[in-house]
């Protein structure tokens, strides 16, 4: 089901299957009550079709100081076990906001250690200027930006 796009408009059934990796130079921003938890030109894409992409940020580029292991785990069959971070900033404790894959399987090896985050459990996401939204179903953790194209 491709749809029919402009030069700097996606469709994300356009995205391959199974997902893919791939280096994005963008800059990929998260914050939560005005502080920057991340901030990366190196993060990774992965894309899925049918899916709004996920962003995976070095861990160099995220405040670590500001995320303790969380008690969930959740399995996907590409890329093996998920780790979960609980973000505790001041007096705000958000649980489950992101997640890293810590042994993915050989073809995703390049997410190793690299965090996503939820963007319906932060304040803001953004893509260059541009505000991520989640998808309407937000587990899924993809990021929505005014280029890319549904339905979702």
């Known amino acids: 089901m491709s749809l029919q796009t402009s030069s700097s408009q996606e469709s994300i059934w356009d995205f391959p299957s199974p997902p893919a990796v791939q280096q994005s130079s963008r800059r990929i921003r998260v914050l939560v009550e005005s502080t920057p938890i991340a901030d990366s030109t190196r993060a990774l894409r992965l894309v899925h079709t049918g899916h709004a992409p996920h962003f995976y940020i070095p861990p160099e ?3 670590l100081d500001l995320l303790q292991p ?3 785990c959740s399995f996907c069959e590409w890329k093996g076990v998920a780790t979960y971070y609980d973000l505790q ?3 705000t404790f958000i649980e489950a906001v992101a997640w890293s894959y ?3 399987p050989k ?3 390049a997410l190793r250690d690299y965090i996503a985050f939820y963007p319906h459990k932060v304040d803001r996401c953004l893509v260059d200027h541009m ?3 989640p998808e309407p179903h937000p587990e899924r953790g993809g990021w929505i930006t005014p ?3 549904g339905p979702f």
């Open 102 to 104: 810590l042994q993915p």
């Open 89 to 91: 900033i001041g007096p």
């Open 61 to 63: 580029d995220v405040r």
């Open 131 to 133: 505000r991520a939204t």
């Open 107 to 109: 073809h995703y090896q």
């Open 147 to 149: 280029d890319l194209i």
């Open 70 to 72: 969380s008690m969930h």
